[in-house]
T-cell receptor
Framework: NAGVTQTPKFRILKIGQSMTLQCTQD?????MYWYRQDPGMGLKLIYY???????DKGEVPNGYNVSRSTTEDFPLRLELAAPSQTSVYFC????????????FGDGTRLSIL | AQSVTQPDIHITVSEGASLELRCNYS??????LFWYVQSPGQGLQLLLK??????LVQGIKGFEAEFKRSQSSFNLRKPSVHWSDAAEYFC???????????FGSGTKLNVKP
């Protein structure tokens, strides 16, 4: 029962570097989400996808890109890392839309120095 | 605009005492409501959900929540708190016709021995 798997768990980047946060789920869920969590701010939606080949922006998409080539995978890319992107990133999935509970990964803690 | 408010940032209760965590939402349609718990270094885990029907819902770990439409509230309760309940709790709202969820900023629960 892997559920939602995120890699890496921790990463330190230098300003201006790029990286991809990986997210994969084995539940055949159509809907997948990327959130960032900052202290005292709850979860902010970055991007989401309702199925392979379909993505849409959330509340805070600037500085990020996503793709969804398969049902299982939903990677998040940071092209030019900035200190403001220091955060904990969570990937989640649901079988349906806003009426289904989400399954979360354990997060990626990213620091940009 | 949709929003979720958790007015208490931190709450401290003694072990064995009762607990109530508040959640208020602003939503233009009948909401689907969720409570999640996050232990340190972990992702969010679903505690319970409300879709329709009985306004008092039971969840895991002895938690329950009551939906009050007139007050736009969905407060989480537990009759007797255990030290292992120390965590951060998030309220979230979704809708059948929308693909996104809105999260409160969270309430951190400390449990005194």
């Amino acid at each position: 029962n892997a559920g939602v798997t995120q890699t890496p768990k921790f990463r330190i980047l230098k300003i201006g570097q790029s990286m991809t946060l990986q997210c994969t789920q084995d539940m055949n869920h159509n809907y997948m989400y990327w959130y960032r969590q900052d202290p005292g701010m709850g979860l902010k939606l970055i991007y989401y996808s309702v199925g392979a080949g379909i993505t849409d922006k959330g509340e805070v998409p600037n500085g990020y890109n996503v793709s969804r080539s398969t049902t299982e995978d939903f990677p998040l890319r940071l092209e030019l890392a900035a200190p403001s992107q220091t955060s904990v990133y969570f990937c989640a999935s649901t079988p349906g839309g806003g009426n289904q509970p989400q399954h979360f990964g354990d997060g990626t803690r990213l620091s940009i120095l | 605009a949709q929003s979720v408010t958790q007015p208490d940032i931190h709450i401290t209760v003694s072990e064995g005492a009762s607990l109530e965590l508040r959640c208020n939402y602003s939503y233009g349609a009948t909401p689907y409501l969720f409570w999640y718990v996050q232990s340190p270094g972990q992702g969010l885990q679903l505690l319970l959900k409300y879709f329709s029907g009985d306004t008092l819902v039971q969840g895991i770990k002895g938690f329950e929540a009551e939906f009050k439409r007139s007050q736009s509230s969905f407060n989480l309760r537990k009759p007797s708190v255990h030290w292992s309940d120390a965590a951060e709790y998030f309220c979230a709202v979704g809708h059948l016709n929308f693909n996104k969820f809105y999260f409160g900023s969270g309430t951190k629960l400390n449990v005194k021995p």
